[in-house]
């Protein structure tokens, strides 16, 4: 039987008797006993017993009975238990699951209630974006009441003032005249009117209307801002001492030296200006090989270049064979050209040697100039060769002309000519000195975009306006009677405030913008203090007319005149909204006037809806002139002041007709006169354009008609259109082939069908077979006949109506416009293709797409990261919203488009210029999100900006800096200011490792520094930053200029050292002095030196020692030498500039004061402060009698005088300065002025050192709060329009001594 252990084994089942569910064995360990002792009987010693056997197996059963039952109860019992467990975790886990299911039913209510709370916050969040648009548009309301009684209480005090100074001019004069002993009579004693007398006071202001609140004039003494330093030349800004265009510019103020410049400056020539580098060729068959292998393998490199910056690249040449019929074009492509090249060898042609006569012997200063020069042993240069060659050495006086002296093969040379002309246009035309061409990837420079801060711009839309303004300006008006429209003009600009916006309207050629242009030139020369703000509106859908640019540009160019400009928004409604916030501040801080122009409004889209701030009333000194066509002028607008310009009269047609004749020497008869004069009489016939047009058509028509065939065909048009018609058929009528006409007629309507005109360049891509002679001498024609015009480097038409006429002739009416359209898209789709995105390319096809209503390819269009990029980065904003406005995305869907496109072009990027391309991608679509209002979905774009140029480029890089204030920007519009604050930190200290503690990019950091702290009210902290980013701007400024205002001086300086070549005179020393400054504006100060010395020495030869012109090469010497810190030579200086002046000029004169006000300071610098003391006194005297005790300019004076006082210990007699400068600030400026603020310091610090420490602080309580309730722009305190703005010293904390507040 074995065992109990055995019974069982491991892995059996064993069957309950007793109903039981059967279990896996398992060992049980059971003590037993082993079997030898169960048998242990059968080895006993002794003989065996049978029987005994049988008894010891029974036993044996027995046991094993006894062991199995004692097992069975054990395992009886164990089961019994287990199943007790099994019931007890049974019911736990009932219970359990009753706990699951309550605990759920708890979370479904929670989930519940935080729904319904969600939905509260949601509800609670829309009412308050309701009350804050209310509280917008409350205060909105709020603003305009203000301005409307602010400017009506201005109006009424400078009305007040204006009387009593008349007031006063006319007490003076009536003692004068008494004194000389001349009867005055009283009219109301008069039996008649007759006797009346009008009496003018002498030295009556030139200007057509007083700026400032009061009326005031400032005076040569009061023309410095409160905390501004002393330096600069003196470029007074007096009116009554202007002696030229740059005699009163300072070099502290930059922005007013470059305002003065481009407004004044005569205009240079057009290659200057036009957007389009032109190499103008000359050769010669034994140098035709050097040149053909230059344009095929060296100039499409030049071209990429150029374009890469945003301009045009062309190579013009006349074959040799052809050049003698071109001689017009030919002159016309040299006046026109940015660089003149001569290749020569041996012998020359003579239509080179005129070519050369006319660029490098009669103009060498045109232009740059290069010579190649191939030598070879075996040939010698001819006679001709070689009297050309001297002929150019002796009129390069200057040695500009870059010789490229060559004896090797054709392609060597070719490659010198190359290296050669690479450098003249970068380093001459471009400006780009050292410049790196990998630095600017796609023609966007960032130096650029950081020079104005966060506001993006473009540049070639202003240099669209002003090329605009000065064709406009070169145009001859003398035959069309302007002048008495320009007096007019002037009497309406004159008008007492309120004054309405002026309408200038006419027909359609009448003029306007003409006489808008001569009249703005003429008031730049007369009121160099007035800030004039012009905007000529193109045809339709151009890139002109459209409104949010328009308003865009005008603010930009008011911030320009301080020292920054980014706190514009670049939202399109938010500009529209804020611009008269901005005029309405910034006009209240320009020192003079401010005249707005802009040219055809009503061809602006939804003039009346986005022009609504012309309703509103202006500030006191702004006035704003508008023109437009009298048959589609809004009637709103018709209740303004209106000057209309009349058709012309028959003398002013005969003299148009007449003045065109002679100019081609031609001669009309009697008879064709008269038939002129009575065809010229119709309303339709007798405008401006006609005439000139039909004067222009007849003395063309000549190469193809008769004289009386042309009078008869001109005869037959009644309007302009029909006129422009018979315009075009004389110019195809001209062509010799008809392949010429057919291709003719393709430019006019590529330009009639494009966004904003086409390049010469582009013309010769599309049409490769058509030569570029043929081409200019096409144009030549069609600029003659006011056609087309050459602008900003793109061929666009001069009138409206020339584009009507094409669209009619060409186009049936515009039905046929797709098919060119198509060209178009076709040509820059294939630009596009190459990875070729330039300006032209973003302007052009989204804009082509959009009118061909292809939403699909638009869409496409924008997807293109650097399409979008370069509209964005240009500052056209608004046009690239309005594209996916049009496509019908809204703005999550637009960046979710841009996330997508962005991630897709990732994948590609594996170099390391790809990834820089990437970073700039990803910062631009940032940017583009946060003015999209978005913050949220601005952080990762910008994040990812920021860590891909920490990883490729180096985390101290530049540009990491540039990403951290991206970001930075981002956050405070999430009013996260915390961690704004440290990323601007961030930066600011990569930017001043990187650049130095004195650079541009610091100054952008600390301003945005400035603006976050002054919106946490943190505004000591906020004054200082700003004060110091102010300082290194101006410092900047001088050393580089602002935006393009550096080489427009250095231009400026070469044209005028052609002029000091001639004789000993007035004029000529006059342009040396104005050559001095110029030199001094660009941080040249020993040429500035020579200069002015020059000046003054020919003033002294010409004029005499003693004449007042001496005195102001004197003055501005002196500043150049205090500028350099030599004290007594300038002390000297001034001194015998003081002694001219007064003897040569009246007591009162501004100039004499304009002098003793430097000579004190400079008295002052050196701790003369008893010499400074009488000159502050006489000029005290001097603005008493200039503008009465109660001006402004007076209380700066008394303030002067009393920080003498107070550092020389006087402090008794500088009490009564200070209160009596306080009544006077505070009667004419109001008692929340900054000025009296400012002497409401300084008498806190008085009255702390006197010992009243109780006034001294409720003195010191009311400035402050004068200063945190005066509104501040984001340059900082800017000085208001009131203020004389002298060299007034503000006292700072109490301190031992007042200082001077830089």
Not at 695 to 709: D, F, G, H, Q
Not at 787 to 793: F, K, P, S
Not at 943 to 962: N, W
Not at 1115 to 1132: K, M, S, V, W
Request: with cysteine; net charge neutral.
């Amino acid at each position: 039987m074995g065992t109990a252990s055995s019974l069982v084994s491991p892995g059996e089942v064993i069957e309950d008797g007793y109903g039981g569910e059967g279990g896996e064995a398992c060992e049980i360990p059971v003590e037993v006993k082993p079997k030898a002792r169960l048998l242990r009987s059968s080895f006993r010693r002794g003989p065996r017993v049978i029987g005994a056997s049988f008894k010891s197996t029974g036993s044996v059963d027995l046991e094993y009975a006894a062991e199995y039952e004692r097992l069975r109860k054990e395992y009886e019992i164990f089961r019994v238990s287990k199943n007790n467990e099994i019931a007890s975790m049974q019911k736990k886990e009932a219970k359990l699951d009753e706990e699951n299911k309550r605990l759920r039913a708890e979370l479904q209510a929670l989930q519940k209630t935080y729904q319904k709370i969600l939905r509260e916050k949601e509800s609670a969040l829309e009412a308050k974006y309701q009350a804050m648009e209310r509280a917008s548009t409350f205060e909105h309301d709020r603003d305009k009441v203000k301005r409307q009684f602010k400017i009506f209480r201005e109006t009424k005090e400078k009305e007040i003032q204006d009387l009593l100074r008349a007031k006063r001019d006319l007490e003076a004069k009536m003692q004068q005249l008494q004194a000389q002993g001349i009867q005055v009579y009283d009219p109301n004693d008069s039996d008649s009117d007759d006797n009346q007398t009008s009496v003018t006071a002498a030295g009556t202001n030139c200007e057509y209307w007083t700026g400032g609140v009061l009326g005031s004039e400032p005076s040569m003494g009061s023309m410095m801002h409160l905390q501004q330093t002393f330096r600069g030349p003196e470029f007074a800004h007096s009116l009554i001492d202007v002696e030229g265009p740059f005699a009163n510019v300072s070099r502290d103020d930059w922005d007013a030296a470059v305002a003065s410049l481009l407004q004044v400056s005569p205009h240079v020539p057009q290659a200057l200006w036009s957007n389009t580098v032109r190499c103008y060729f000359l050769f010669t068959q034994e140098t035709k090989d050097e040149l053909d292998i230059f344009m095929k393998k060296h100039s499409p490199k030049l071209r990429k270049m150029c374009e890469g910056l945003g301009h045009f690249y062309l190579n013009v040449y006349f074959p040799e064979s052809t050049a003698g019929s071109y001689a017009a074009e030919r002159k016309q492509e040299m006046e026109r050209s940015s660089v003149c090249v001569l290749l020569l060898k041996s012998t020359v042609t003579s239509s080179v040697v005129d070519d050369c006569e006319e660029a490098f012997v009669k103009n060498p200063e045109g232009h740059p100039l290069v010579l190649y020069l191939r030598t070879d042993q075996d040939q010698k240069l001819t006679a001709s060769s070689r009297k050309l060659l001297e002929r150019i050495n002796t009129a390069d006086k200057a040695g500009k002309v870059k010789v490229v002296d060559h004896c090797g093969s054709v392609e060597d040379g070719a490659k010198l000519l190359f290296a050669q002309l690479e450098s003249v246009i970068k380093q001459e035309l471009l400006g780009l000195e050292g410049a790196d061409d990998d630095s600017k990837d796609y023609g966007i420079d960032d130096g650029r975009e950081e020079d104005s801060g966060d506001v993006l711009w473009d540049l070639h839309d202003e240099q669209e306006q002003t090329e605009s303004y000065q064709q406009a300006c070169s145009s001859s008006s003398s035959q069309l009677g302007f002048q008495k429209y320009i007096d007019r003009l002037n009497d309406m600009i004159a008008a007492p405030p309120p004054t309405p916006p002026l309408l200038v309207s006419g027909g359609p050629g009448s003029g306007k913008s003409l006489l808008l242009s001569k009249w703005i030139e003429l008031q730049q020369k007369q009121s160099p203090n007035t800030l004039f703000l012009y905007h000529f509106v193109g045809r339709p859908l151009s890139t002109s007319s459209e409104p949010v640019l328009i308003i865009k540009r005008l603010t930009v160019k008011l911030l320009q005149h301080f020292w920054s400009i980014s706190g514009l928004s670049l939202e399109p409604s938010k500009i529209l909204e804020e611009f008269p916030r901005w005029l309405e501040r910034l006009s209240a801080r320009h020192q003079g006037n401010i005249i707005i122009i802009i040219d055809s409004i009503d061809q602006i889209q939804h003039a009346e809806r986005h022009m609504k701030w012309l309703i509103d009333p202006l500030p006191v000194n702004v006035r704003v002139v508008v023109s437009v066509n009298v048959e589609t002028c809004p009637q709103a607008w018709r209740l303004w002041p209106t000057l209309h310009l009349d058709p012309l009269s028959p003398k002013e047609v005969k003299s148009v007709v007449n003045a065109e004749c002679q100019s081609m020497e031609l001669k009309l008869t009697k008879e064709q006169e008269k038939k002129l004069e009575r065809h010229c009489r119709s309303g339709s016939t007798c405008n401006a354009l006609y005439v000139t047009l039909l004067a222009r058509v007849i003395t063309s028509s000549r190469l193809c008609w008769s004289l009386e065939k042309s009078l008869d065909q001109c005869l037959q048009c009644q309007d302009i259109l029909s006129l422009y018609r018979l315009a075009q058929k004389m110019t195809l009528n001209s062509l010799r082939t008809d392949r010429e006409r057919h291709i003719l007629k393709e430019i006019l309507c590529l330009v009639c069908a494009s966004h904003n005109g086409v390049s010469e360049s582009e013309v010769l891509d599309l049409f490769p077979e058509m030569e570029l002679h043929v081409l200019s001498s096409l144009l030549f024609q069609l600029k003659n006949l006011c056609i087309l015009t050459l602008q900003c480097g793109l061929l666009r038409f001069q009138h409206l109506q020339a584009w009507e006429a094409v669209r009619s002739e060409f186009l049936g009416g515009g039905s046929n416009t797709s098919i060119y359209r198509e060209k178009l898209i076709h040509y820059f789709n294939q630009q596009l293709s190459q990875d070729h995105v330039t300006w032209r390319v973003a302007d052009e096809l989204p804009w082509l797409f959009q009118q061909q209503e292809d939403k699909t390819k638009l869409q496409l269009s924008l997807l293109n990261l650097f399409v979008s990029q370069n509209l964005y980065k240009r500052g056209h904003f608004s046009e690239l919203l309005v594209y996916w406005q049009y496509v019908g995305k809204d703005k999550s869907s637009m960046a979710t488009e841009y996330f997508d496109s962005l991630k897709h072009y990732e994948k590609s990027c594996e170099s390391e210029d790809g990834m820089t391309k990437l970073a700039n991608l990803y910062e631009t679509l940032g940017r583009f999100l946060k003015d999209l209002g978005l913050p949220s979905q601005a952080v990762a774009p910008l994040q990812r900006s920021l860590e891909i140029r920490e990883t490729s480029l180096d985390p101290d890089h530049p540009s990491v800096a540039r990403s951290l204030h991206q970001l930075a920007g981002v956050y405070v519009q999430w009013k996260k200011y915390g961690n704004a604050e440290q990323l601007y930190k961030q930066a600011l200290e990569i930017n001043e490792n990187a650049y130095g503690a004195e650079h541009a990019s610091v100054a952008r950091e600390l301003e945005s520094l400035a603006m976050l702290y002054q919106k946490q009210n943190k505004y000591e902290q906020a004054e200082k930053l700003r004060k110091r980013s102010v300082k290194i701007r101006q410092k900047t400024a001088r050393q580089k200029g602002h935006m393009y205002g550096f080489t427009l001086l250095r231009r400026r300086a070469l044209q005028l050292e052609e002029l000091t070549l001639g004789k000993d005179s007035a004029d000529c020393a006059k342009t040396l002095n104005e050559l001095g400054v110029l030199y001094y504006l660009q941080n040249n100060l020993d040429a500035a030196k020579v200069f002015l010395t020059r000046s003054l020495e020919m003033r002294q030869r010409v004029l005499g020692p003693d004449h007042p012109d001496c005195a102001q090469s004197l003055n501005n010497l002196a500043a150049l030498h205090t500028e350099r810190r030599e004290y007594e030579t300038a002390e000297d200086m001034y001194e015998r500039a003081l002694d001219i002046r007064k003897k040569a000029l009246s007591p009162d004169h501004p100039s004499l004061a304009y002098t003793l006000k430097h000579l004190a300071m400079l008295y002052k610098r050196r701790g003369k402060l008893e010499k400074a003391v009488p000159l502050y006194e006489l000029s005290l005297e001097i603005r008493e009698k200039s503008f009465g005790p109660k001006h402004p300019s007076v209380a700066t004076a008394l303030v002067n005088l009393a920080v003498i006082y107070c550092q020389l210990k006087k402090h008794s007699d500088a009490l009564p300065l200070y209160e009596r400068a306080l009544k006077v600030y505070e009667d004419s400026l109001g008692r929340s002025h900054p000025r009296v603020g400012e002497t409401l310091k300084n008498l806190a610090v008085l009255s702390y050192e006197e010992g009243d420490y109780e006034k001294a602080a409720e003195l010191y309580k009311r400035a402050m709060e004068i200063k945190e309730a005066e509104p501040s722009l984001v340059c900082g305190n800017a000085p208001s329009r009131h203020s004389s703005s002298g060299d007034t010293f503000s006292l700072k904390a109490p301190v031992p001594l007042p200082q001077v507040s830089r």
